[in-house]
């Protein structure tokens, strides 16, 4: 029997550990630091209180439950042993014959480490969470303020970044003061909040194709809200909301819940 490790369960790990279900006379074992797979694509949403943490995850061990060769164990990879075909773990060694190590990638600040204390990075559910933390605790602050000034500074947010997480993130922002908080606060009206999106290239999303970078950048020019060299939103929206509006869809009906249910879920999330 050959001993195939997979460290990370991620959408690497998971789709090789897939791809070798059932395999006759391969035994499977899938390492993970967590006990969930992480949907990252949708961070952002719970970053901005749209979405709850258990929306974008999902227990590795549900995934495999029912497949013989696959084993499912959580514990941090520390070493590879390449000599001896051993992974020192925080739990123990594994002996593989075939490794894969797919432990995804971490961000990056470009040589500006002290920007994290800051800006934490969006890879991690901590990290979506605090993120969301700090920015309701803005609209708390700026509720709480009577001085202008301060409160037109709690309600600016600066994204750095025109890659699609950046873009992705200022829209939610823009969305959540627009639509979401709009009705929740007395002193200050959130539909106010800037929303500053800085790249330093030449144009936001670089990867996407021309046609449609610039009808995005088209429609927040009518609104007033673009230019050169930043693009300011107070509610952007475009079309990758209903991709997350469908996985919502797709995530409550796995769990048997509705709309409504979310609505009250993510009022609740927002009192935290
Ligand atoms: C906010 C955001 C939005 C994104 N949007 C999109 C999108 O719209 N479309 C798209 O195609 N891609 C998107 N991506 C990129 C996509 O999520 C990644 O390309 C993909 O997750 C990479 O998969 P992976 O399996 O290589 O790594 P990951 O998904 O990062 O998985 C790595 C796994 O390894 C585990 N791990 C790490 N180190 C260890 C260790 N030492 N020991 C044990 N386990 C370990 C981690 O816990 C994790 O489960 C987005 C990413 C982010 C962060």
């Known amino acids: 029997m050959k001993q195939v490790l997979i460290v990370g369960a991620g959408f690497a790990g998971i789709n090789a550990a897939k791809r070798l279900r059932n395999v006759p006379g391969v035994a499977v074992t899938l390492l993970d630091r967590e006990n969930h797979h992480l949907f990252q694509p949708l961070l952002y949403q719970v970053a901005m209180a749209a979405l709850s943490p258990a929306d974008i995850a999902v227990p590795i061990r549900s995934l495999f439950a029912h497949v ?11 070493r590879v042993d390449v000599d001896g075909r051993t992974v020192v773990t925080d739990c123990g060694e594994f002996k593989y014959d075939y490794l894969l190590l797919a432990s995804g990638s971490q961000h990056a600040y470009f040589g500006h480490e002290e920007w994290e204390r800051n800006a934490p990075g969006l890879k991690t559910l901590p990290q979506a969470t605090e993120i969301r933390r700090r920015v309701l605790e803005a609209f708390e602050a700026a509720e709480r303020d009577q001085n202008l000034e301060a409160r037109r500074r709690h309600l600016t947010f600066v994204v750095v970044g025109g890659g699609p997480t950046g873009v992705e993130l200022a829209g939610a922002i823009g969305e959540m003061s627009r639509y979401t908080l709009a009705r929740d606060f007395r002193s200050i009206d959130p ?8 790249e330093a290239g030449p144009r936001i999303l670089p990867t996407f194709d021309e046609k449609r970078r610039s009808r995005w950048c088209r429609r ?17 929206r475009f ?3 209903s991709h997350a509006r469908r996985s919502a869809r797709f995530g409550r009906a796995r769990q048997g819940r509705t709309r409504s249910d979310d609505t009250r879920a993510s009022r609740s999330l927002r009192a935290r």
């Open 220 to 236: 927040r020019q009518r609104e007033g809200r673009c230019s050169d060299s930043s693009v300011g939103s107070g509610g952007t």
């Open 68 to 78: 013989r060769n696959v084993r499912v164990l959580k514990a941090e990879a520390q």
């Open 191 to 198: 539909r106010q909040t800037r929303v500053i999106l800085i």
């Open 239 to 241: 079309r990758r909301r």
